[in-house]
């Protein structure tokens, strides 16, 4: 490893550290425009310039460009490197507008900083001044192009890191602009990160422009719960409202970076602008009533009901939007009240799946997004990443980047930015396919394995009926053969339940092969792996409740943070159950229509508003600090100068306080403390408040109970179905629970789709982008029509989609004949 002095400091760092990276390392921030972490050296700006004093370079150089070596000195503040800084920064300042006092970067401006920082205050060059026309980027990007210093950043990051073309450069020499070729919509669902990147104010958050400068944000460290990943971000606040989003960086979970869906989808906790108010009190039978007096109301009723029918007809229902704290309080009443266990999926395919999931990562084969990034060969089993983790599409573009091959087995069209082999099958092919790539990628019998090992493999298939078939699977199998990190991604959604175990099966082959082989399981919501770890031992669903409250043995249910009548696929037999409910109490922070229904209703705070713990994908548990303390938000004015004891709109409290209150009839500040949250299972020990790093904790076993004890997938081709399967898929935006109550993702929701293999269409007589009526059990969806010829034949896709009406699905599996699609 090379030694090197820098401002008198010595410091020794790996091997093709750049010096500029070994002087952050030793806390002094060498200046700097062009250079990323992220998006490495590209010596654009010229800003980096220190002098080497000895070594195998000398004078002046970029420090970005120059890879630290034994025996270099350095010195950052030699007055020749300090007078080279100073004239780089006016010569970028010759054509500046100097509109730092309108400007949305105000504060948090590197290019503010360096030009304060080099003692630059006047203007000596008297020609004009360049300038640019603006460009209409979309909803959520501001653009500035009057800004711009040249430094390359947005283009990189865009073009080479993200995989999009839309955004780049044009012209040349100091007319060079950066944006589209016309106005227009910016294409890539990452393009908010070009506001965190640009170092001056050429991009700004167009959801905050002009509303807040940063200096007066309340900022907290927050966890996005928009999918499963559970990415970094700083939350901004003020006046009541989150304003502001930003990337927090986490190499293991979300690197640098964070989706458009998680960046602008806040405005839930706001409650919106006129759109769909969030219910701030609480209400009993639809009407306000106090906070005491909806505790001692609830906890009433639920007495009531237990004395009259026992307590096991009381039940419970959470969800994965529920924190850690919330889950284990509302396991706790339920125990301490003798209730039902409380549930936390809606139906047993989803939990059988998930639980299947989370049982089987250990410390050997569960990879993070960073080991994702290195993977030299992917197999892509049942998952969409853009549409249902969108950060895992940008790790796997990394993976692409660096030369990593990527196969996607997936009936749906599946979309990202980077070339990748895609084999359209339906689920219950999916697990065979990569299983014979997995088994033809091991030679013979596997010599050398252990007899678990050993054994697994030949339960598995190696050859194909399908001739072309199994040609790709031998050349995909020769590349595996080939590789030393591959890694399985898999989904949970649209897969059948045998896949997730055999997924890790698998990578533990793979794994056991001598390979650094891991999974990444992509989960269904942000706390599903806390949910799995609580109904491991209880088989029971929502779909367990429902049937007890149609034949009358559960009078009372509690919801906690959980939108039925968004995520349920049979509103009307919802509706009908949800009648003959004695008590209904409902705890949530949306306006998801149940609140109107309920006997009693408690607004609960947002993961802004109160700290909370949710554990990702793959195993991370992270803490989602508190940014402000809730009430109804202050938009486009200036607070009240009112002096009263109480918060407006403040009626809010933690979901876990209240679940305390309804167990002991308490109304105080108690919840749930760190010795109940690790009683609650023993997975949790690691994650009691303030025990572990703001980066989060891996919670998973070193080694987990089972291995190889999937299912065998072998026995020739699956027969086709008996009609189209009809399998209920998410997108990026417009599907999720979150993003249907932010009125900031409205601009980016497309219209929804029933999408259909072209050679189903024909048969069918339908033509691509007719409007269609998809008969279900529970009624008709009407929906326009998408043909494709890059998906499987045999299903048909339909989006949860917040403006479909798709919950008229009696059952699963759903097999749709062709002749109840008919074009309006």
């Not at 920064?89 to 504060?107: A, F, R, T």
């Not at 990593?404 to 082999?421: H, K, T």
């Not at 399985?488 to 339940?497: P, R």
């Not at 929502?542 to 009372?556: H, N, P, W, Y």
Request: charged share 25%; glycine share 10%; hydrophobic share 40%.
């Amino acid at each position: 490893m090379p030694r090197l002095v820098i401002d008198d400091r010595e410091i020794e760092v790996p091997e093709g550290t750049k010096v500029i990276d070994a002087a952050g390392r030793l806390g002094i921030m060498i200046p700097r425009f062009c250079y990323h972490e992220a998006l490495g050296a590209v010596g654009a700006c010229r800003m980096c310039a220190v002098k080497f004093l000895q070594g195998p370079f000398k004078g002046v150089q970029m420090s970005c460009m120059v890879d630290a070596k034994d025996g270099m000195v350095v010195s950052t503040t030699d007055a020749e490197a300090v007078a080279f800084r100073k004239w780089v920064i006016e010569w970028l300042m010759k054509n500046h507008p100097h509109d730092c006092p309108v400007c949305d970067e105000g504060g948090h401006c590197l290019l503010q900083d360096e030009t304060v920082s080099s003692d630059h205050s006047r203007r000596r060059f008297l020609g004009s001044k360049r300038t640019y026309r603006d460009q209409y980027l979309g909803p959520y990007v501001q653009h500035e192009m009057n800004r711009c210093i040249h430094c390359y950043r947005c283009s990189r990051f865009y073009r080479e890191y993200a995989g999009y073309r839309d955004l780049g450069a044009m012209q040349i020499a100091d007319k060079v602009y950066f944006g589209r070729f016309r106005d227009g919509r910016l294409e890539s669902p990452f393009s908010g990160n070009l506001v965190d990147l640009c170092p001056t104010g050429v991009y700004t958050d167009k959801t905050s422009r002009f509303k807040v400068r940063r200096w007066d944000l309340e900022r907290a460290p927050s966890v996005c719960i928009g999918c499963s990943l559970g990415c970094n971000t700083v939350a901004g606040a003020q006046f009541r409202a989150v304003l502001r989003i930003e990337a927090r960086t986490n190499p293991d979970v979300n690197g640098h970076f964070i989706c458009d869906a998680g960046r602008f989808g806040y405005s839930y906790t706001n409650g919106g602008a006129g759109f769909r108010q969030r219910p701030r009190e609480p209400m009993a039978a639809g009407a306000g009533i106090g906070r005491e007096g909806a505790l001692e109301r609830a906890f009433g009723a639920l007495e009531e009901v237990a004395r009259k029918y026992g307590p096991e007809s009381v039940a419970a229902l959470g969800s994965d939007r529920n924190s850690v704290e919330t889950q284990c309080a509302l396991k706790k009443m339920c125990a301490a009240k003798g209730y039902l266990p409380p549930v936390f999926f809606l139906d047993p395919a989803a939990r059988r799946k998930t639980c299947e999931a989370v049982a089987r990562l250990d410390e050997r084969i569960a990879f993070s997004r960073s080991e994702l990034e290195s993977a030299d060969f992917v197999i892509i089993a049942g998952a969409d990443p853009l549409n249902e983790a969108a950060m895992s599409a940008l790790a796997l573009r990394q993976a692409f980047r660096k030369g990593g091959r990527i196969v996607v087995i997936d009936p749906r069209p599946v979309s990202m930015p980077f070339d990748f082999e895609h084999i359209p099958v339906v689920p219950e092919a999916i697990p065979r396919i990569f299983g014979m790539i997995v088994a033809n990628s091991i030679p013979g019998e596997g010599g050398g394995l252990d007899a678990n090992a050993g054994k697994f493999l030949r339960k598995l298939d190696r050859r194909s009926e399908d001739a072309t078939l199994q040609s790709r699977i031998e050349d995909l199998a020769a590349g595996l053969a080939a590789a030393k990190r591959p890694a399985i991604v898999c989904g949970t959604g649209i897969v059948d339940e045998t896949t997730p175990a055999f997924a890790a099966d698998c990578a533990l082959l793979l794994y056991r092969a001598g390979k650094r082989a891991g999974v990444f399981y992509v989960l269904p919501g942000a706390n599903s792996y806390s949910s799995a770890v609580l109904s491991e031992n209880d088989g029971r669903t929502f779909a367990d409740i429902l049937e007890a409250m149609e034949g009358g043995s559960v009078r009372a249910l509690v919801v906690v943070e959980n939108d039925l009548f968004r995520n349920f696929p049979d509103t009307r037999r919802l509706e009908e159950a949800l009648a003959r409910l004695e008590l209904l109490i409902v705890i949530d922070y949306l306006p998801t229509g149940l609140e109107n229904r309920a006997s009693v209703f408690f607004p609960s705070s947002t993961a802004f508003e109160t700290g909370s713990t949710f554990i990702n994908q793959e195993g991370r548990a992270q803490f989602a600090h508190p940014v402000h303390a809730g009430g109804v938000p202050i938009l486009g004015g200036s607070p009240e100068h009112v002096f009263r004891p109480d918060v407006p709109g403040g009626g809010q409290k933690p979901a876990w306080s209240i679940l305390h209150g309804l167990e002991t009839g308490l109304s105080g500040s108690g919840g749930i403390s760190a010795e109940e949250i690790i009683a609650s299972h023993p997975a949790f020990g690691a994650i009691a408040p303030l025990r572990y790093p703001v980066d989060g904790v891996r919670v998973i076993p070193v080694q987990s109970k089972e291995e190889f004890t999937s299912q065998s997938v072998s026995g020739g081709e699956p027969a086709p179905p008996r009609g189209l399967r009809l399998l209920l898929v998410d997108w990026m935006f417009g599907t999720g629970e979150i993003s249907a109550y932010s009125d900031t993702l409205l601009e980016s929701i497309p219209e929804p789709v029933l999408t259909m293999h072209s050679a189903d269409a024909e048969r069918a007589g339908l033509l691509d982008g007719q409007e269609v009526a998809l008969r279900l059990e529970g009624g008709t969806v009407e929906v326009r029509l998408r043909v494709t010829e890059k998906m499987a034949e045999g299903v048909i896709l339909l989006p949860r989609h917040q403006n479909l009406r798709w919950q008229k699905i009696r059952g699963f599996p759903a097999l749709i004949d062709p002749e109840r699609i008919a074009a309006l």
